[in-house]
């Protein structure tokens, strides 16, 4: 039976990584590897598809946010989802590594460690979860722990 056919064949998930400069591509390389993002993000996503991570900089990440969300601002991760369901997810997800570089060193955490959180963040966010209400925020927050416990992350929500 053909691979695209069997019912038992584990889902065909495309990541695929792009960089608005060869300065955030860089940048990127000093903090982890393409190989290990992509492994982040099999760790959380289930689903067949096609999710797209771009790295931005900071005008592009304020743009972005400002048509989309109406704040005039760069923010560290925006997620844009675009086909969901129990077998399907299609989403692009950006962050913008400076804003993600200054958050680390505010909060005391290292740049991988914040990084592994908001990949995992935003694809959950590609899955339909969202902390709007507190109940989900719960719910979003116990998930993102447990999958960054077993990615060898510590807790993201611990004081810091």
């Given amino acids: 039976m053909p691979k695209s056919l069997n019912p038992t064949?584990?889902?065909?998930?495309?990541?695929?990584?792009?960089?608005?400069?060869?300065?955030?591509?860089?940048?990127?390389?000093?903090?982890t590897s393409p190989a290990l993002i992509k492994k982040w993000v099999k760790e959380v996503t289930k689903q067949s598809g096609l999710l797209t991570l771009r790295f931005v900089n900071p005008a592009e990440a304020k743009r972005l946010n400002m048509g989309f969300r109406q704040k005039d601002k760069a923010?560290?991760?925006?997620?844009?989802?675009?086909?969901?369901?129990?077998?399907?997810?299609?989403?692009?997800?950006?962050?913008?590594?400076?804003?993600v570089l200054k958050e680390a060193r505010?909060?005391?955490?290292?740049?991988?460690?914040?990084l592994a959180h908001l990949i995992v963040?935003?694809?959950?966010?590609?899955q339909g979860l969202d902390h709007e209400r507190s109940e989900d925020a719960v719910k979003m927050e116990k998930r993102e722990i447990a999958i960054l416990k077993a990615l060898g992350f510590d807790d993201p929500y611990q004081d810091f």
């Fill in 121 to 126: 963040h935003g694809c959950l966010h590609a």
């Fill in 75 to 99: 923010t560290n991760v925006l997620t844009f989802s675009y086909e969901l369901s129990k077998k399907i997810v299609v989403a692009d997800i950006i962050f913008c590594l400076p804003v």
């Fill in 106 to 114: 505010e909060q005391g955490k290292t740049v991988k460690a914040h």
């Fill in 9 to 31: 064949a584990p889902p065909k998930l495309q990541i695929e990584l792009q960089f608005a400069s060869v300065a955030v591509e860089k940048s990127l390389s000093t903090i």
